[in-house]
């Protein structure tokens, strides 16, 4: 069975006050399909070079050869700002799909928290009685 049927079932036996908290998988497959896969390699879909691990390079996008992706562009200094920049440029769908993935992930991290906080509260009164 298919991610989007399971998660479709497990929307369906959840709370209903839930429904609006759930990720909107369709919506972010959609804009993942709008990306579509690169011709030959050689570039992204607006022309531009792939460069680094946002485009599928091999050095894993980190400051050295297979280094750690977090890790800052070789180069440092006030050069390796310029680089950086130059490393996430994208282009305009892939800017709207990682907004809409920052949206939809902040919207569950911000219900999670506040289930938190009723939890919290349910067992400090527990605790007390």
Not at 16 to 21: D, S
Not at 37 to 65: C, H, I, V, W
Request: hydrophobic share 35%.
């Amino acid at each position: 069975m298919k991610f989007a049927k399971h998660l479709l079932k497990a929307i369906d036996l959840s709370d209903p006050e839930w429904l609006p908290f759930w990720i909107n998988y369709k919506r972010l497959k959609k804009g993942c399909k709008r990306l579509g896969p690169e011709e030959n390699g050689t570039g992204s879909r607006d022309g531009s070079p792939k460069q680094g691990a946002l485009a599928g390079g091999a050095d894993g996008g980190g400051g050295e050869a297979g280094g750690d992706p977090a890790a800052p562009v070789a180069g440092g200094g006030d050069g390796g700002g310029r680089a950086q920049a130059e490393l996430l440029a994208c282009s305009k769908a892939e800017t709207q799909f990682f907004k809409a993935l920052k949206g939809e992930v902040q919207k569950c991290a911000e219900f999670f928290n506040s289930v938190e906080g009723h939890m919290r509260v349910r067992l400090a009164r527990l605790q007390v009685s």
